[in-house]
């Protein structure tokens, strides 16, 4: 089969690989570019050392002709995580982009039958691709609610950063009761695109408002440091993006004003599965936000997200 293969910093091969064998062999059909993978490809994440297919971000058909979407987190099932129902958490979990499995920017996956979800015929497999981003959204809004002093439809929320994680968040924030939403997004192109029941600003011209709940996608020290500041007394920020590990967070802040402060990893089995149903009952809305491309052409696409030459908040590629 034919695969886009990351074999050095900012490089990377369209070219033969085995086809896989074990598990559940599922034709790629559709497969996100997700911010990790661009990570790996600049060369500054350790866990996912060339050469390796990455790709996490996958819908399909299963040699059988079933259109699936994919979990791409493989967890054990026995330990005390997965049996408390927080599987992300597993002490073993595994995830395709990451040794020893190999990713979805292929012809050809391998997955555990238990992380396929049928798609129905009438859901396009590039949106179904989406209930990976999205899921992690899901996850977070979940965890966020729980930790909230107020209703979600009572508080100001603000997502920082409008690619495919935030927007997904300010979508899930909306379906489950949210009135007030501010995405924050510095890319004009992508300003322009985003749809929803939202305020889009600029946050280089456009102060930030005083919230109770801040999920920011882009986990940047200076995302992060605005987290801080615009969370109210009491509110929460819930932490996904994973841009880097630099400081940021007012630490002396979030102690005196009682800030609570989440670091959210993923999405369960049981989010996932909640999130995909979202997408294809609509109520996330059309989902039209993303761009197809070859994934033949998956080198240069790689090279336009990194220099800022995207306007769509997801690249789908589709080998």
Request: glycine share 10%; hydrophobic share 40%.
């Amino acid at each position: 089969m034919k695969a886009l293969v990351y074999t050095a910093p900012r490089t990377l091969e369209y070219r033969d690989v085995p086809d896989p064998t074990s598990d559940t062999v599922i034709e790629v059909k559709a497969v996100g570019i997700c911010g990790s993978d661009m990570h790996a490809w600049a060369g500054h994440d350790d866990r996912r050392p060339a050469p390796l297919i990455l790709g996490h971000e996958a819908a399909g058909v299963t040699l059988d002709g079933r259109r699936v979407t994919v979990n791409p987190l493989v967890t054990c099932g026995t330990c005390d995580a997965c049996k408390t129902g927080r599987d992300n958490l597993c002490t073993t979990r595994q995830i395709i982009s990451m040794p020893p499995r190999e990713g979805a920017f292929a012809q050809m996956l391998s997955m555990p039958e238990q992380n396929l979800v049928t798609v129905p015929d009438d859901v396009p497999l590039a949106k179904a691709a989406l209930a990976e981003p999205i899921a992690c959204g899901w996850h977070a809004v979940r965890l966020a609610k729980r930790a909230l002093d107020r209703p979600l439809n009572q508080s100001h929320c603000l997502v920082m950063g409008g690619g495919a994680i935030g927007l997904g968040a300010a979508l899930v924030l909306a379906a489950q009761g949210a009135k007030s939403i501010t995405i924050a997004e510095t890319n004009p192109a992508r300003r322009a695109m985003i749809k929803g029941p939202f305020d889009v600003i600029d946050p280089r011209e456009t102060a930030l408002p005083t919230v109770d709940l801040v999920i920011d996608g882009v986990g940047f020290a200076a995302t992060r440091a605005s987290a801080s500041a615009a969370t109210r007394p009491g509110g929460v920020i819930m932490h996904i993006g994973l841009g880097d590990s630099d400081p940021g967070l007012d630490i002396r802040r979030l102690t005196l004003q009682e800030i609570t402060f989440i670091g959210t990893y993923t999405y369960t089995a049981e989010d996932f599965r909640e999130t995909a149903q979202a997408i294809f009952d609509g109520v996330l809305g059309p989902l039209d936000w993303f761009e197809e491309r070859p994934l033949a052409e998956g080198a240069a696409a790689f090279s336009d997200i990194a220099g800022g030459r995207v306007a769509a908040p997801k690249i789908i590629l589709r080998p």
